[in-house]
């Protein structure tokens, strides 16, 4: 049974064991907030992995820190959890499974890449240009004109730094490492260009525009880029570069891959398990 209350900021909802897969398994009452209170609300980031986590996580706890140097409130700390999740109001978490949250009378502020029960705002499909939904999350945050510029400021920079630089970064950053064949034509507007940007500059950007209290190493971008071109990486160091073809098959949609063996006269070798270029 479930009874939801709405107020004018926050929402309640009741949610008892047995629920469904989208919805946290508590026996307790969680009261779902609708805008963040520096100090008062959980920030919870929830999505599947690969959906844009990072994004709508980055954004957040951006904006949760510049509300609480605002009120004069130690930072949130950032933090990835799986189970179970213990709500503080002074972390702002990242998690792929709601399952088990455990007893808050803290309300939560719920954002998801997907469907979730309670949710105050789910992230839509990712645009060529993510700080167009910073707006959306400024109005949650009460962020003021100020605050959304910076937070629309930073998220450019970001993004990129994230497709070309990060340990998870973009697929098609990755293949032009692996001196691969490229995935998506020139003219693609989902192809990162990473070719065409100063990525020491922006590591500058990103870094001078981060919250107070995070950290951008410098020369952290050249040094990823490098472990990928010359260790061989693949993903956030997990698993070593096998083939072009390999590494498009694991990490880009049926189509995309499809197209891309196709194209570049690659196939699939029952033999050995294994892709490997057409002779």
């Avoid at 939801?4 to 929402?11: E, F, K, L, V």
């Avoid at 570049?264 to 057409?278: P, R």
């Amino acid at each position: 049974t479930t009874t939801t209350t709405t107020t004018t900021t926050t929402t309640t909802t009741r949610m008892m064991l047995g629920a469904t897969a989208l919805m946290p398994v508590v026996s307790f009452a969680l009261e779902y907030a609708s805008r963040y209170v520096p100090g008062e609300t959980v920030v919870i980031q929830y999505g599947a992995p690969r959906t844009a986590t990072g994004l709508q996580f980055r954004i957040v706890s951006y904006l949760a820190k510049l509300k609480n140097e605002e009120a004069g409130l130690p930072l949130p700390e950032t933090r990835f959890v799986d189970a179970p999740l213990r709500p503080d109001p002074l972390v702002v978490y990242k998690t792929h499974s709601l399952r088990r949250i455990e007893e808050t009378e803290a309300p939560v502020l719920l954002f998801a890449t997907k469907k979730a029960t309670g949710a105050v705002y789910e992230q839509p499909r990712v645009s060529p240009c993510p700080s167009s939904v910073v707006a959306d999350y400024a109005a949650i945050f009460n962020a003021t004109t100020r605050q959304e510029a910076l937070t629309r400021a930073h998220v450019r920079f970001w993004d990129v730094y994230r497709l070309c630089c990060d340990e998870q970064q973009s697929l098609s950053s990755r293949l032009a490492l692996h001196g691969c064949p490229p995935l998506r034509k020139w003219f693609d507007a989902l192809r990162p260009h990473c070719d065409v940007y100063n990525l020491t500059r922006v590591e500058e950007l990103v870094r001078l525009s981060a919250a107070r209290g995070e950290d951008f190493p410098l020369g952290a971008c050249a040094k990823t880029r490098r472990s990928v071109a010359v260790d061989r990486w693949d993903f956030s160091n997990v698993t070593s570069f096998v083939s072009c073809a390999a590494l498009v098959t694991r990490w880009a949609p049926p189509s995309d891959a499809a197209d891309y063996i196709r194209r570049n006269g690659l196939s699939f070798s029952a033999a050995s398990d294994d892709l490997v270029k057409e002779s």
